[in-house]
């Protein structure tokens, strides 16, 4: 395939980008590392190296109200210049482009006392905003023109005004959070004033050499939200006033519709950008759930956007870029939108990284402490799950001989059941981009070969032994009933339910054995029309905010389910933040019953039989789905070890209690960088 208009340079006047790539902005925390900003340099600096036409930063906030929260940067002085100038220098070293990302975060500040247009706290933040005065506003515009001129200063090639995803300057623009009735608000004029003045102070501050992206909110999807034609009018303003480029933002951070997360088909959004596309002449950039070089290419080529944003994907893979301009894309790390080591790391106050790429923003600490020791060895790797293939691939490229075994017909473990469940396909990818390495370092894979102490032999230097797990199977009286099935049963086709079904365990399985049985296997790639119909999104959007008259239209669901655990806590505690709340939503608009406090008694004819606070209770159902956590299977270590054969244990093998794709992942390459 050919992906000449992704390569293509784009031509900005007084500067061009090499193709029409960029990294979006993350925040990362990296500033609570030791030596923060030379991780950063680091961090961007690779994926300059990767190719990408263009990198913004985290967001920097133009002075202490706009922080994100206490503590998170600002760039507000002259003192700050050298440690960017770490940053701007890395990346120009490989031939990048980057901007600062000035934001305000308004009324979703989490700190003591907040700001915003008016005193109407965030679903997200229910701190109630001091409201701005008219100074207060003409001092952050000052701000944000002194902060872009600090940007130019340290050598970063423009600024991106962060306007969307409801923080400050979206919260000025609608009904929503902004009553106020002086020139700051009332009519739409007067609510775009702000936004506008920062455009014109910043060009005045900055000239024309310096390149002004705004990240305009293309669609809201809040209740008192800009409209499509809202939308328009405000980009064309920006336009006049001096903007560059637009980049764009997808939804509000409090909006209750998923607009990142995986369960958003790739490429969603495009209909939000095409209608800003269109309506004015410099270029926009698309953004949300892009995450091959296929839907980046065809939104390009389709005219839909210049450019696209792709911020999660450069954690998956910095050399993107590169690897599309050199005809290897199959070789391309493609994010699968879990969510779970980046927004889900970053919201739990931990630093970024990424669940198929755990170097990510470790960058440092890989060149530095992970190296490979001596001569290369004949190695033994025993399980071709995640755990497995981790560490054969990190093995292969270290030039060691790896023979990769696994039982199954083919590579990928547990993945290849995850990739059953509905929204769950992007996990094909990752077991794409493993063979893709297997073959490229020359890994031989052997399957089929179940391996035991006397099959494997003594012709190896290292063994790995990665065989993962056994579903746990709890002792209840009666649990050999034949209305019972084990997950593992159910996802690999080999039983099925009956109408009514109650699951046992509501853990991460539990949860994806519901949203299975609510909605049907997967078939393939997920409906975008379906998902926009299924959460209420008008794509007219000539409703405010986007939001379609009828509300959200879950279809019905194929069984009557009951989910039931033992702890006395609401059920899904300890699901990703980030994408948690999206199953629990569909879940329960799709009647799911949730038991917590559930002690189990006994399963027969008549169905499951448990108590809550010492009542008995029935629960008649045509079939009880076991998911309740796993054991490890250790069994072939133990076998090696009685045979004096020398081995390591690495993944669900080890230890099965909370382990999951980006635990195994990371222990296969620390393993197999050790060797
Ligand atoms: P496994 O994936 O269990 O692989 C072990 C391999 O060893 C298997 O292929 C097996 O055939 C092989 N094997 C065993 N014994 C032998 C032997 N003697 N000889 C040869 N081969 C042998 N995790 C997440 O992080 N995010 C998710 O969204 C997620 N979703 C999931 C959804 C479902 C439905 C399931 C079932 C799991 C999900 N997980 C998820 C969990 C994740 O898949 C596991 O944590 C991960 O696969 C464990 O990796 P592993 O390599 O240790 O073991
Ligand atoms: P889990 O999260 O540990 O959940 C196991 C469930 O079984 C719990 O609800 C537990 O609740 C119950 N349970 C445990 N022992 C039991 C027993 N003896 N009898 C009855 N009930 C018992 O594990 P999992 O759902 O099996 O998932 C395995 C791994 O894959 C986890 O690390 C998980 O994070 C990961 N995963 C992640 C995702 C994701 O989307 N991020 C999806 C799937 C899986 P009670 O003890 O309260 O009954
Ligand atoms: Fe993508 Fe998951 Fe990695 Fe985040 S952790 S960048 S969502 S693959």
Request: aromatic share 6%; net charge negative; glycine share 10%.
């Amino acid at each position: 395939m050919s992906f000449a208009p992704l390569l293509q340079p784009l031509d900005l006047g007084f500067t061009t980008l090499k193709n029409r790539i960029m990294m979006g902005s993350m925040h990362s925390r990296m500033e609570l590392l030791d030596r923060p900003y030379e991780r950063l340099a680091a961090f961007y600096g690779e994926r300059a190296k990767g190719g990408a036409g263009l990198i913004v930063t985290g967001g920097y906030s133009p002075n202490d109200s706009g922080v994100i929260e206490s503590g998170a940067p600002v760039f507000d002085n002259e003192g700050e210049l050298p440690k960017h100038r770490l940053v701007t220098d890395s990346v120009h070293a490989e031939g990048g482009k980057i901007l600062m990302q000035l934001l305000h975060t308004g009324r979703n500040a989490k700190i003591p006392q907040p700001v915003g247009a008016s005193d109407i706290p965030s679903r997200i933040n229910p701190c109630t905003p001091h409201i701005l005065s008219s100074d207060e506003i003409e001092q952050i515009i000052t701000d944000f023109a002194h902060s872009a001129v600090l940007a130019k200063k340290a050598g970063y090639d423009g600024v991106e005004v962060m306007a969307s995803e409801g923080y400050l300057l979206n919260q000025m623009l609608v009904t929503r959070t902004n009553n106020r009735s002086d020139q700051w608000g009332g009519s739409y004029e007067n609510r775009m004033r702000m936004p506008l003045e920062i455009v014109r102070r910043i060009k005045a501050a900055v000239g024309n050499d310096f390149i002004l992206m705004y990240r305009i909110s293309a669609i809201d999807l809040v209740e008192d939200g800009a409209t499509g034609a809202e939308i328009i009018e405000l980009a064309q303003a920006l336009e006049e006033a001096g903007v560059t480029l637009f980049n764009t933002g997808i939804g509000w951070h409090e909006a209750r519709i998923p607009t990142i997360a995986y369960m958003v088909p790739r490429g969603a959004w495009r209909f939000a950008i095409r209608e800003l596309s269109a309506a004015v002449s410099i270029p926009v950039i698309a953004s949300n759930r892009i995450n091959t070089p296929e839907v980046a290419n065809d939104i390009v080529a389709s005219g839909d956007a210049a450019m696209v944003s792709m911020a999660r994907p450069m954690l998956a893979d910095p050399h993107f870029a590169n690897k599309v301009a050199e005809g290897r894309a199959e070789e391309i790390n493609t994010c699968i939108g879990c969510n779970q080591a980046c927004l889900d790391f970053i919201f739990s106050n931990r630093v970024t990284s990424c669940l198929v790429n755990p170097k990510a923003a470790r960058e440092l600490e890989f060149a530095e402490n992970i190296q490979v020791k001596g001569a290369p060895k004949k190695v033994a790797i025993i399980g071709a799950g995640p755990a497995g293939l981790s560490a054969a691939c990190t093995a292969g490229e270290a030039g060691h001989a790896v023979t990769l075994f696994d039982a199954s017909s083919e590579i990928g473990g547990q993945l290849n059941l995850a990739k059953t469940v509905p929204d769950k396909t992007e996990f094909y990818e990752f077991i794409r981009y493993f063979k893709s390495h297997l073959d490229k370092y020359g890994v031989e894979v052997r399957l089929n070969t179940t391996v035991d102490a006397s099959s494997l032999g003594d012709n190896f230097d290292e063994v790995i032994v990665a065989t993962g797990i056994v579903p746990r199977i709890p002792e209840i009286d009666g649990i050999d009933h034949p209305s019972v099935i084990s997950y593992l049963d159910l996802l690999s086709g080999k039983a099925t339910t009956g109408k009514r079904v109650a699951i046992l365990g509501a853990g991460g399985i539990g949860f994806d054995v519901a949203v299975l049985l609510t909605h049907g296997k997967s078939t393939g790639a997920p409906d975008t029309e379906a998902f926009l119909k299924k959460w209420g999104v008008d794509t007219t959007m000539a409703s405010a905010g986007s939001l379609a008259a009828g509300g959200p239209q879950f279809p019905a669901p194929a069984h009557e389910i009951t989910m039931l655990q033992r702890k006395p806590k609401s059920l899904g505690r300890g699901l990703g933040l980030t994408s948690g709340w999206v199953l629990r939503a569909e879940l329960d608009a799709a009647g799911v019953k949730m038991v917590p406090g559930a002690s189990y008694h006994k399963i027969d004819d008549a169905g499951l039989h448990y108590s809550i606070n010492g009542e008995d209770q029935l629960l008649e159902v045509d079939s009880i789905v076991l998911c309740t956590g796993q054991d490890s299977n250790n069994r072939l270590y133990q076998e090696l070890n009685s045979a004096g054969i020398k081995c390591q244990l690495i993944g669900g093998a080890s230890e099965a209690k909370e382990l999951d794709a980006l635990a195994a992942v990371s222990q296969g390459m620390a393993v197999a960088s050790s060797l």
